[in-house]
């Protein structure tokens, strides 16, 4: 076969009589064909995907919105232009809080939760290198912010964030203030409940007056100046009926009961101390202190501080006991910065750490290894058995009524072990049940919601009516 006859044959040639218009090139993309064509379809999608919704989509403000104060929506700019969004992002999704058991996934995030001139453009980002910041409102107190703005190691030393010292002071707060009001109503009721919390540990230890700029008592104290139940003269180290100083037993109650002369289960030696060593490195030195004195680097922008496990008796004349120890990990500090590892160590985990918290008076952070000798025993005093003799368990939980006001759901939050009948001087001086103490959150709540709905009506937003946003029909408090 030769190579002509191998060839495919070419086109045969178009007859004369098809009029040069319509001959087939004609139908080639040209230049013009793709600029024109495709600035159609680019138009089509801009307008069906951005230009439609934004003009028509305005969905209802949710059950859980609040407009922002006008120190959150200065300290939302920061938060822009600080590039948080590469690393934050602001919505939850129904499988975070489906697989989530904490407080940062508490429902999905709805459209109308991101209602209002305020949130836009908003913040919801795509990557999650950190935590999830919806929900992000009263998990810490103020002063843990302040730390870990100035330095995440600090209170996280494991942390890759990176350091933000280069702000303000007022910057730094103003980024606090929007931090703290992420997460709709239910970040603003945990707000209030942190914010009160972490005044009472004040109060208890000294460290706060009666009269302090916004103390979250206020309300309380100047009702009360009258009657007698106020003793302002008193002090922590007042003693209680029992025997044990007033500050003893606010600190009680600020454990579940149920934990109050729980013993460590796990068996006391060097692995498990080894351990707890190890855990205490990487996460609690950067606050309770290399050397366990609670002089961390992250200790000096908080309120109330670390504690000193440096102490042969850990606290006052009440003591700590392993079980208390456990739950405060557990489930963090009420309204402190003393977090919930809950989520982060396994049960061993925490308990082996508490194990070795009880070699540190011993020198268990100066030598390499932890030694069982080193070990210190808790064995608690008298006046702290007779007050939980006083006052137990079986009474705490067959009085303590189901409640679904979220009020008294943060009220037994902050004080755990107290029963609806107990009355304690916090501090020696102020009267506090758990009655008292849901009426202190409500009232904290309502300013923080007051001041930013009457921020957000100067500067002319569209808000439905006060008592609309005020209302907390359904809501349920998540603690941190
Ligand atoms: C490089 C990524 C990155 C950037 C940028 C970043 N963060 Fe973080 N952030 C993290 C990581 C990782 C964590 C978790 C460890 C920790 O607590 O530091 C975190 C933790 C946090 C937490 C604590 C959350 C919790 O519940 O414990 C807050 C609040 C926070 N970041 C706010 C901010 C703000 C505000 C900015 C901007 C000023 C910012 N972050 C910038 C990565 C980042
Ligand atoms: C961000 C700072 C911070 C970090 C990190 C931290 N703590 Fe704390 N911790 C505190 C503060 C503040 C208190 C005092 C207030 C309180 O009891 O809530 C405290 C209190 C405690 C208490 C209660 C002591 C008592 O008798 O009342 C224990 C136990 C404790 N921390 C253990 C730990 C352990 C173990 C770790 C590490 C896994 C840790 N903490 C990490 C700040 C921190």
Same mark, same amino acid.
């Given at each position: 076969?030769?190579?002509?006859?191998?060839?495919?044959?070419?086109?045969?040639?178009?007859?004369?009589?098809?009029?040069?218009?319509?001959?087939?090139?004609?139908?080639?993309?040209?230049?013009?064909?793709?600029?024109?064509?495709?600035?159609?379809?680019?138009?089509?999608?801009?307008?069906?995907?951005?230009?439609?919704?934004?003009?028509?989509?305005?969905?209802?403000?949710?059950?859980?919105?609040?407009?922002? +104060?006008?120190?959150?929506?200065?300290?939302?700019?920061?938060?822009?232009?600080?590039?948080?969004?590469?690393?934050?992002?602001?919505?939850?999704?129904?499988?975070?809080?489906?697989?989530?058991? +904490?407080?940062?996934?508490?429902?999905?995030?709805?459209? !109308?939760?991101?209602? !209002?001139?305020?949130?836009?453009?908003?913040?919801?980002?795509?990557?999650?290198?950190?935590?999830?910041? *919806?929900?992000?409102?009263?998990?810490?107190?103020?002063?843990?912010?302040? /730390?870990?703005? &100035?330095?995440?190691? *600090?209170?996280?030393?494991?942390?890759?964030?990176?350091?933000?010292?280069?702000?303000?002071?007022?910057?730094?707060?103003?980024?606090?203030?929007?931090?703290? %009001?992420?997460?709709?109503?239910?970040?603003?009721?945990?707000?209030?409940?942190?914010?009160?919390?972490?005044?009472?540990?004040?109060?208890?230890?000294?460290?706060?007056?009666?009269?302090?700029?916004?103390?979250?008592?206020?309300?309380?104290?100047?009702?009360?100046?009258? /009657?007698?139940?106020?003793?302002?003269?008193?002090?922590?180290?007042?003693?209680?009926?029992?025997?044990?100083? &007033?500050?003893?037993?606010?600190?009680?109650?600020?454990?579940?009961?149920?934990?109050?002369?729980?013993?460590?289960?796990?068996?006391?030696?060097?692995?498990?101390?080894?351990?707890?060593?190890?855990?205490?490195?990487?996460?609690? %030195?950067?606050?309770?202190?290399?050397?366990?004195?609670?002089?961390?680097?992250?200790?000096?922008?908080?309120?109330?501080?670390?504690?000193?496990?440096?102490?042969?008796?850990?606290?006052?004349?009440?003591?700590? +006991?392993?079980?208390?120890?456990?739950?405060?990990?557990?489930?963090?500090?009420?309204?402190?910065?003393?977090?919930?590892?809950?989520?982060?160590?396994?049960?061993?985990?925490? &308990?082996?750490?508490?194990?070795?918290?009880?070699?540190?008076?011993?020198?268990?952070?100066?030598?390499?290894?932890?030694?069982?000798?080193?070990?210190?025993? &808790?064995?608690?005093?008298?006046?702290?058995?007779?007050?939980?003799?006083?006052?137990?368990?079986?009474?705490?939980?067959?009085?303590?009524?189901?409640?679904?006001?979220?009020?008294?759901?943060?009220?037994?939050?902050?004080?755990?072990?107290?029963?609806?009948?107990?009355?304690?001087?916090?501090?020696?001086?102020?009267?506090?049940?758990?009655?008292?103490?849901? !009426?202190?959150?409500?009232?904290?709540?309502?300013?923080?919601?007051?001041?930013?709905?009457?921020?957000?009506?100067?500067?002319?937003?569209?808000?439905?009516?006060?008592?609309?946003?005020?209302?907390?029909?359904?809501?349920?408090?998540?603690?941190?």
């Amino acid at each position: 076969m030769s190579d002509q006859e191998n060839r495919i044959p070419e086109h045969p040639p178009l007859p004369d009589d098809i009029p040069q218009s319509s001959r087939r090139r004609r139908m080639l993309m040209t230049p013009q064909m793709v600029v024109i064509g495709g600035l159609l379809a680019f138009f089509t999608v801009v307008f069906s995907v951005v230009i439609m919704p934004t003009a028509t989509y305005k969905p209802a403000i949710s059950d859980n919105w609040l407009p922002l +104060s006008d120190a959150a929506v200065n300290g939302r700019a920061i938060y822009l232009s600080n590039g948080c969004v590469y690393c934050h992002s602001g919505f939850s999704r129904p499988q975070d809080v489906f697989a989530g058991s +904490s407080a940062l996934y508490a429902r999905a995030s709805q459209p !109308g939760d991101y209602r !209002g001139v305020s949130q836009s453009p908003n913040t919801l980002g795509s990557v999650r290198t950190g935590p999830d910041m *919806s929900n992000q409102g009263g998990m810490h107190p103020d002063g843990w912010h302040r /730390s870990h703005y &100035w330095n995440p190691r *600090s209170t996280t030393p494991m942390s890759i964030m990176q350091r933000f010292n280069f702000l303000s002071q007022d910057d730094l707060d103003l980024l606090i203030s929007f931090t703290q %009001s992420q997460g709709g109503k239910l970040a603003a009721l945990r707000y209030a409940a942190t914010r009160t919390g972490n005044y009472l540990m004040r109060l208890n230890t000294g460290k706060a007056t009666l009269d302090e700029p916004d103390a979250p008592v206020a309300d309380l104290v100047a009702q009360e100046r009258a /009657s007698g139940v106020l003793r302002p003269q008193g002090k922590p180290m007042d003693k209680a009926p029992s025997g044990m100083s &007033w500050m003893g037993v606010w600190h009680m109650n600020s454990f579940s009961r149920s934990y109050w002369l729980t013993d460590n289960p796990l068996e006391l030696n060097e692995g498990n101390l080894m351990r707890g060593k190890a855990t205490y490195l990487q996460r609690c %030195s950067g606050c309770h202190g290399a050397k366990g004195d609670g002089k961390g680097p992250g200790a000096e922008r908080l309120r109330v501080k670390p504690f000193d496990f440096t102490k042969p008796t850990l606290a006052d004349d009440s003591g700590t +006991s392993s079980g208390m120890m456990y739950h405060r990990l557990l489930t963090a500090g009420p309204g402190t910065a003393m977090e919930n590892f809950g989520t982060r160590l396994s049960v061993n985990e925490i &308990w082996s750490v508490v194990m070795f918290l009880r070699t540190i008076p011993n020198g268990g952070l100066e030598e390499t290894l932890p030694t069982v000798d080193m070990y210190e025993r &808790w064995n608690p005093p008298e006046s702290q058995l007779r007050y939980m003799q006083e006052n137990p368990i079986e009474e705490m939980y067959s009085d303590l009524p189901q409640t679904d006001d979220p009020f008294e759901q943060a009220a037994r939050w902050i004080a755990p072990g107290m029963a609806q009948s107990d009355m304690v001087y916090v501090g020696g001086k102020l009267a506090i049940t758990l009655e008292r103490l849901a !009426g202190v959150i409500r009232s904290e709540y309502g300013r923080i919601v007051k001041t930013a709905y009457d921020d957000a009506k100067k500067r002319g937003e569209d808000l439905p009516p006060l008592a609309q946003i005020m209302d907390t029909k359904g809501m349920i408090f998540y603690g941190p």
